[in-house]
């Protein structure tokens, strides 16, 4: 069993920056593929970004392609996600996932892929 607790969300003015953690316990995380996706009020959740188990793949949506990032510390257990250049369609509640295996970008866009999940975090971006 793996726990995802999110952390790092608030209310930030358009332009600013926010940097979202998500810590797992229960066991170690280091062989496993995680991601961010997010879900803003009366829309479906929606892929933002993942990473491989070392760190050196990432896949990022068309849509924070540039201005997010998203890293990891296999040592604390922790995936992060930078973001910057909010924008207010930013506003959304994240959420951090893992899953086995990182594939392509198609699949790891997709949330059957997942089996654990955080509870999220809200991200409010003012304009």
């Known amino acids: 069993q793996v726990q995802l607790v999110e952390s790092g969300g608030g209310l930030v003015q358009a332009g600013g920056s926010l940097k979202l953690s998500c810590a797992a316990s229960?066991?170690?995380?280091?062989?496993?593929?995680m991601a961010w996706f997010r879900q803003a009020q009366g829309k479906e959740r929606e892929f933002v970004a993942a990473?491989?188990?070392?760190?050196?793949?990432?896949y990022y949506s068309d849509s924070v392609k540039g201005r997010f990032t998203i890293s990891r510390d296999n040592a604390k257990n922790t995936v992060y996600l930078q973001m910057n250049s909010l924008k207010p369609e930013d506003t959304a509640v994240y959420y951090c996932?893992?899953?086995?295996?990182?594939?392509?970008?198609?699949?790891?866009?997709?949330?059957?892929?997942?089996?654990?999940w955080g509870q999220g975090t809200q991200v409010t971006v003012s304009s």
């Open positions: 996932a893992r899953r086995t295996l990182f594939i392509t970008p198609q699949g790891m866009r997709l949330m059957s892929g997942y089996d654990y």
């Open positions: 990473i491989n188990w070392s760190g050196g793949m990432t």
């Open positions: 229960g066991r170690a995380i280091t062989g496993d593929a």
